[in-house]
């Protein structure tokens, strides 16, 4: 998924941003209401984790379901057991969140504990093989963050899976709320310029 920092980069680039520049104020909108999501995640974490767990389930049946028409679409017997047993998997595996968004919750956070110290060893690993005239420090910086952060996870779990991932959607929602109204200020701002590229 595009960021809003993304965008805006992209915007730069662009010669005609008038359409875009007319509905900024939609675009602060829009990160208003990410923020005050984000803000009622923070409130209730717990519920907040029950949606997230929620959304993953959603999203593995959507991928369980994809997987079996691809399966449909192969004609080796061979490959359509194996995709088609990877789309019945996902969709049970869906369906066993909305069961059990406790225990799901659980896993996931086990899962995200781990993902987040294999990739804070990773850029560390990065850092130290980077050539000194690079900015080496700051990936450095951000994998021992990461790493940190993991650690904490994994070393709370499984008390801390009641709200560790609705922690991580209200700071997410709150991070791009923030993009989206930075996003539709700096339209706001932009000087209209003309096809030539010089200030209108």
Not at 1 to 28: C, E, F, H, Y
Not at 127 to 155: C, D, Q, Y
Request: charged share 10%; hydrophobic share 60%; net charge positive.
């Amino acid at each position: 998924m595009t960021s809003a920092s993304d965008t805006l980069q992209n915007l730069r680039t662009s010669s005609d941003i008038t359409p875009l520049r007319a509905k900024w104020g939609w675009i602060v909108a829009l990160g208003v209401v990410y923020t005050i999501a984000g803000f009622i995640a923070l409130g209730s974490v717990v519920m907040a984790t029950v949606a997230s767990v929620f959304v993953v389930g959603v999203m593995m049946i959507i991928a369980g379901v994809a997987e079996l028409i691809n399966a449909f679409q192969i004609k080796s017997w061979g490959k359509f057991l194996i995709w088609a047993l990877l789309g019945v998997l996902y969709i049970v595996a869906g369906f066993a969140t909305f069961e059990n968004p406790l225990f799901a919750a659980v896993l996931l956070t086990l899962i995200l504990g781990a993902s987040l110290v294999a990739s804070g060893v990773v850029r560390i690993f990065l850092a130290f093989n980077m050539k000194r005239e690079t900015p080496w420090i700051w990936v450095a910086l951000s994998g021992v963050v990461t790493l940190l952060l993991g650690l904490l996870i994994l070393a709370r779990w499984p008390i801390n899976s009641i709200y560790i991932l609705g922690l991580f959607l209200g700071i997410d929602l709150i991070m791009a709320g923030a993009g989206w109204i930075g996003l539709g200020f700096g339209l706001h701002q932009r000087p209209v310029t003309s096809r030539a590229g010089s200030p209108a």
